[in-house]
């Protein structure tokens, strides 16, 4: 192979068909993933554009940008032309994208559906390796008053103490209803007996305050459960 060859190669291209000039010219829809991941690591190593090294990335996660966002900055390092420096910023623009789905303010959401109660907690856990628990108190209208993580664990498993779930709805003054969620990294949605548990002993001391639970939803990669609909609150 020529020296500069693989180098040149994305320069000899038409200037509309170089990523740079061409989000430019047409816009940022116009690029591939993989250019636009070639415009974050900017060049490729001894063998391969950026945006060849950027194909490669894409490749090994069968083109699936939900499974890259799970790429740790040490995976991504694996990858010859890769530094932490390129890494960070591929990690960085990833959350970036995550937290942009998250950017509604609170006060602008509402909770009706295990839909909706999925689209406010999926951004903040769909990429994590390890079990969260969240909940979002909502006022008479349905609409999200806070969320707030109420739990941590490890692969398995997580818990959250109901004295200070209550303490915050009580402490709300609109507070009329509670959302719960989690998440199962394993990759099963499924309930277990401890989620059961907390959610009938969150459902029996929110309703002691007039406070219902409206739903508990269990978030896996792009697939959740809800109690609600399942008819199980």
Not at 26 to 38: C, D, Q, R, V
Not at 49 to 77: C, E, H, P, Y
Not at 161 to 177: F, K, Y
């Amino acid at each position: 192979m020529d020296d500069d060859g693989a180098r040149l190669r994305i320069k000899q291209l038409a200037a509309e068909d170089r990523p740079r000039e061409k989000l430019l010219l047409k816009g940022p829809a116009a690029l591939s993933e993989a250019e636009l991941i070639a415009l974050l690591i900017s060049s490729g190593n001894d063998e391969e554009t950026a945006v060849q090294l950027a194909q490669r990335i894409l490749s090994s996660v069968a083109n699936d940008l939900f499974t890259l966002g799970k790429l740790t900055v040490k995976d991504l390092m694996k990858f010859k032309g890769i530094g932490p420096a390129k890494a960070v910023t591929i990690a960085a623009a990833l959350d970036l994208g995550r937290r942009r789905k998250d950017a509604v303010a609170p006060n602008q959401v509402t909770i009706q559906s295990s839909k909706d109660a999925f689209q406010l907690f999926y951004p903040l856990l769909c990429d994590l390796p390890h079990e969260e628990i969240w909940m979002a108190l909502t006022n008479s209208r349905c609409k999200v008053l806070e969320k707030t993580q109420i739990g941590r664990g490890g692969l398995t498993a997580t818990s959250a103490d109901l004295r200070i779930v209550m303490r915050m709805a009580v402490n709300s003054p609109s507070c009329t209803g509670i959302v719960l969620c989690h998440n199962h990294p394993s990759g099963s949605a499924s309930p277990s007996e401890q989620d059961d548990h907390l959610t009938f002993k969150l459902k029996q001391a929110a309703a002691f305050f007039d406070i219902k639970l409206q739903d508990h939803i269990i978030i896996s990669n792009t697939t959740y459960y809800s109690y609600a609909d399942e008819g199980r609150l």
